[in-house]
């Protein structure tokens, strides 16, 4: 994926045969990313509530920060569902990605 392959003209052509596959990277690679990121937070949520020590200040900060990577994760997920759900029912694209979605004119 992250290799480039150098055609005869010296230009990096990255393999994307349609704006379609490329958009399908591209998005389940924001996805990935939102989905880390919300389980690093719910982690580090976590950490908030042992170092709290009893502090109702610092408890509610932890409360507060575990609820939105749980929001975070569940719009993360949501979104994937949602992805899958259009591209596949909607569009009638089988395989899930996005290649052939793209309308030709």
Same mark, same amino acid.
């Given at each position: 994926?992250?290799?480039?392959?150098?055609?005869?003209?010296?230009?990096?052509?990255?393999?994307?045969?349609?704006?379609?596959?490329?958009?399908?990277?591209?998005?389940?690679?924001?996805?990935? %990313?939102?989905?880390?990121?919300?389980?690093?937070?719910?982690?580090?949520?976590?950490?908030?509530?042992? =170092?709290?020590? &009893?502090?109702?200040?610092?408890?509610?900060?932890?409360?507060?920060?575990?609820?939105?990577?749980?929001?975070?994760?569940?719009?993360?997920? &949501?979104?994937?569902?949602?992805?899958?759900?259009? %591209?596949?029912?909607?569009?009638?694209?089988?395989?899930?990605?996005?290649?052939?979605?793209?309308? =030709?004119?």
């Amino acid at each position: 994926m992250f290799e480039y392959v150098v055609s005869g003209n010296g230009i990096p052509d990255p393999g994307y045969n349609s704006v379609g596959e490329f958009f399908g990277v591209a998005i389940n690679l924001f996805m990935g %990313v939102g989905i880390s990121l919300s389980i690093i937070f719910i982690g580090l949520a976590g950490i908030r509530f042992v =170092t709290a020590g &009893g502090n109702p200040d610092n408890m509610e900060r932890a409360r507060h920060s575990l609820t939105y990577a749980i929001v975070a994760l569940v719009l993360s997920v &949501g979104a994937i569902a949602l992805k899958y759900i259009i %591209v596949n029912s909607i569009l009638g694209v089988s395989g899930g990605d996005l290649e052939g979605a793209v309308p =030709t004119f």
